[in-house]
Nanobody, 119 residues
């Protein structure tokens, strides 16, 4: 059974930094994409950043230049370094894994970690 466990959220002042981690356990396909999403109260869940198993990254415009996604395949872990945080970054951050093999695609989500940025 595949499980994703996030950590690293918390309360930080505007301009501060946080580093989120997501550890994946279980058997996954080698072709996969790991991503961070966030959901603020009353808003839809949105993609923040994603990274493929080949290392290609994708970022939401709102976080470009401030957030960096990376992964350590040996540790089955994906990270999100968040710098220059703003109050509008406040949300629950979720880790997502999508893996594919031939015609099979699987999506897994973590339980989420709260990030609160005070002004």
């Amino acid at each position: 059974q595949v499980q994703l466990v996030e950590s690293g959220g918390g309360l930080v002042q505007s301009g501060g930094s946080l580093r989120l981690s997501c550890v994946v356990s279980g058997s996954i396909f080698s072709t996969n994409t790991m991503g961070w999403y966030r959901q603020a109260p009353g808003k839809q869940r949105e993609l923040v950043a994603a990274i493929t198993s080949g290392g290609t990254t994708n970022y939401a415009e709102s976080v470009k230049g401030r957030f960096t996604i990376s992964r350590d395949n040996a540790k089955n872990t994906v990270y999100l370094q968040m710098n220059a945080l703003k109050p509008e970054d406040t949300a629950v951050y979720f880790c997502k894994l999508t893996d594919t093999y031939r015609y099979t695609r699987r999506d897994y989500w973590g339980q989420g970690t709260q990030v609160t940025v005070s002004s």
